[in-house]
């Protein structure tokens, strides 16, 4: 009987018959990944990649119950399945197993006959439930594997290592990744020579797998294990990092490939901030989860390095949106391409719903990885905190919310909480109050700033609406036009705030009287009747001179009607307007479509610009996109400029104009004019 799918990974913690159990699983085809110890049992099962885990309590109950509440939260959270293996005198604890995490058992005496049927149950049911994601995993496992490994022809004084573990080695990929025998030994201490020379000599007379650790030659605690296996080309040895058990480590880990906080350190900070809460209180702490769909379809069709850079910008993506700072929200890969976003008190249900739309947008908008621009959806679970709840149980209702999102057909954002039928309410209650605003005049309008990167002047100022909501504060553009879309009144607001911006800025002081001002349309102004020629009347009706004010449209708006918008822009230009394409970057950038359209400027969108001190590739991007606008004649104007490190190497590319918080935040027409005239 073989592996379902053939060489699937197998994790295995046994802490008695660990090298019987992996010889039957290499028998069978499968490829374990074997552990005798129980310490970062979670962590090492993530990095298997194995969609079963099997834990051998046979003669260990104790321990074995210990691991099976360890691994249960990433079981559940990865969709997999765990095996649990018992003596017969230990059947009364099967209730015991079950409530803590395990999906099957099996009671000894069995034959591996049955232990290998037992498996495939259990990968069964891990496929089902998980769909792509399961196939993602196993795929995730192989190549962990292959990236640490090493080969050895017994009587050969060579070693041919993988570059991964040349590289952890310190040996470099320029030798080959060969190394001598005898200096590969020198690296470890004694400890470790002894346990390889053991576990080489068991190999080679027994023939059967075995394992070996040894402390990491970098040192700080860290252990490597060796699994060992005969194979015709000699013995092969699959090499798995042990990060030291710590309790005060806990919270600092990281994932290796996002450098977000891992699945452990979450779960730690989420403890941690539920202990702190005041005795007798339900904590107002709430956790998100974000799962990134159609992964396993960009894997397929761009490979696993495209990938994997997808992967990581989506954290720093979200990392952005959240803005964590250690004490009152975190940041966490929990496996795979699931990301955990916790929110410490005074945190509410509204915020974590808002940022959760907020981040399936940010997620959704292209990712861009060499020459090819990636697309993603995303899904959000949300879970507030009740009494008595401890990490684990708020991370499995969390876990829940995520899988009611998986299938909802109202949205990708789902709300698990006592009081999540307010949520709903809480909605129609933000449209009712939305008429109210309008009506009452409640929307305000700011002014960001646009300066001159050359002459650092301030030449222009881009209008932004804000509510000023009486019980929830103040909530921003995008919230507000969500709110509004929703609601069918999205005409109505942007009529509104178009007006009001427009007038405001016919009635500056005299020391602004040389800005131009910018202002936003939206897709449904864009197929509105006669629009042209409505906001033409109006612009002339305040008295703002026509000739200083530019129309911002996004990408989106563009893009679901080339052809009317083409039109439309072109209208609003003979009436003197300048056009600007809004968040250049985030949509399917075309330079057809550029070419089509009466544009004057480009603004590229904040994440790009956020984005420009990392990588060579991310600037890359940054001055294609700056090129083929100057290419058309089209001015450049940068959002999100925070820092100077930033400003200069847009200044280096030939960007032309910035707006963002190294200038200013938005502000009222007396702070605007103050910053010019200083």
């Not at 053939?6 to 552990?35: C, K, N, V, Y």
């Not at 979200?318 to 004490?327: K, N, S, T, W």
Request: charged residues 25%; glycine residues 8%; aromatic residues 6%.
């Amino acid at each position: 009987m073989r592996a379902a799918g053939g060489s699937a990974p197998l994790f295995i913690l046994s802490f008695r018959h660990r090298d019987e159990l992996t010889e039957a699983a290499q028998r069978s085809g499968w490829r374990p990944i074997a552990a005798r110890r129980a310490d970062n049992a979670e962590s090492r099962f993530i990095a298997s990649g194995a969609l079963v885990a099997i834990v051998d309590a046979r003669g260990a109950l104790a321990e074995g119950r210990d691991a099976v509440r360890a691994l249960a939260d990433c079981i559940e959270t990865n969709m997999a399945a765990m095996l649990v293996l018992l003596s017969r005198t230990d059947e009364a604890a099967l209730d015991d197993l079950y409530a803590a995490g395990a999906t099957h058992f099996l009671v000894s005496p069995f034959s591996e006959q049955q232990l290998l049927h037992g498996v495939q149950f259990a990968q069964r049911l891990a496929e089902r439930i998980g769909g792509g994601r399961a196939r993602r995993r196993t795929d995730e496992g192989g190549v962990a594997r292959q990236a640490a490994s090493w080969r050895w022809q017994p009587g050969s004084a060579t070693v041919e290592l993988s570059p991964a573990l040349a590289r952890r080695a310190g040996l470099g990929e320029e030798q080959g990744q060969r190394i001598s025998l005898l200096d590969l030994f020198r690296k470890l201490d004694s400890d470790g020579r002894k346990a390889a020379r053991g576990a080489v000599d068991r190999l080679l007379s027994t023939g059967h797998s075995t394992a070996f650790a040894h402390a990491d030659v970098d040192g700080g605690g860290v252990r490597l294990a060796h699994h060992l296996r005969v194979e015709a080309e000699g013995v092969v040895g699959q090499t798995e990092t042990i990060a030291a058990p710590s309790d005060t480590g806990a919270s600092l880990s990281r994932d290796p490939m996002t450098g977000l906080r891992d699945a452990r350190a979450a779960r730690a900070w989420i403890q941690a901030q539920l202990d702190e809460r005041e005795a007798g209180s339900a904590p107002a702490l709430i956790v998100l989860l974000l799962a990134v769909s159609r992964f396993d379809a960009i894997n397929a069709a761009f490979g696993r390095t495209i990938g994997d850079e997808v992967l990581q910008a989506a954290g720093r993506r979200i990392e952005r949106f959240v803005d964590p700072d250690g004490r009152k929200r975190l940041v966490a890969r929990i496996a795979g391409a699931e990301f955990a976003v916790a929110l410490a008190p005074p945190a509410s249900l509204t915020e974590a719903r808002f940022l959760a739309g907020q981040l399936v947008e940010a997620i959704g908008r292209p990712f861009m990885s060499g020459d090819h621009v990636v697309t993603l959806g995303s899904r959000v679970g949300i879970a507030a905190a009740d009494t008595g709840d401890d990490a684990t149980r708020l991370l499995r209702r969390a876990s829940a919310a995520l899988a009611e999102a998986k299938t909802a057909e109202a949205g990708p954002i789902h709300v698990l909480d006592a009081d999540a039928a307010t949520d709903s309410a809480l909605g129609d209650r933000l449209e009712v109050d939305l008429r109210r605003a309008l009506d009452q005049d409640e929307i305000e309008i700011l002014f960001q700033p646009q300066v001159s990167i050359a002459t650092r002047r301030i030449v222009g100022a881009e209008a932004l609406a804000r509510w000023r909501h009486p019980q929830f504060g103040e909530l921003g553009a995008v919230t507000l036009f969500n709110v509004a879309e929703r609601s069918d009144y999205l005409v109505q607001l942007s009529d509104h705030v178009q007006r009001k911006a427009i007038a405001a800025a016919a009635a500056w002081p005299g020391s602004l009287g040389e800005l131009r001002l910018s202002v936003n349309i939206t897709a449904a102004d864009i197929v509105r009747p006669n629009f042209a020629a409505l906001f033409t009347q109006m612009v002339d009706e305040t008295g703002f001179p026509a000739d200083r004010l530019t129309v911002e449209v996004t990408e989106s708006g563009l893009i679901e009607d080339l052809g009317t918008a083409g039109n439309l822009l072109a209208q609003l230009r003979q009436g003197g307007l300048r056009m600007a394409i809004d968040d250049f970057g985030t949509g399917y950038s075309s330079l057809a479509y550029l070419k089509a359209l009466p544009l004057d400027y480009l603004k590229i969108d904040k994440r790009l610009v956020e984005d420009i001190g990392g990588s060579h590739r991310d600037q890359v991007v940054v001055r294609s996109v700056i090129d083929m606008a100057r290419s058309l004649g089209l001015g450049v104007i940068a959002e999100g400029v925070e820092t100077e490190d930033q400003l200069a190497l847009l200044a280096q590319e030939g960007c032309t104009l910035y707006q963002g918080f190294l200038c200013s935040p938005p502000v009222d027409a007396a702070r605007l004019a103050a910053l010019v005239e200083a």
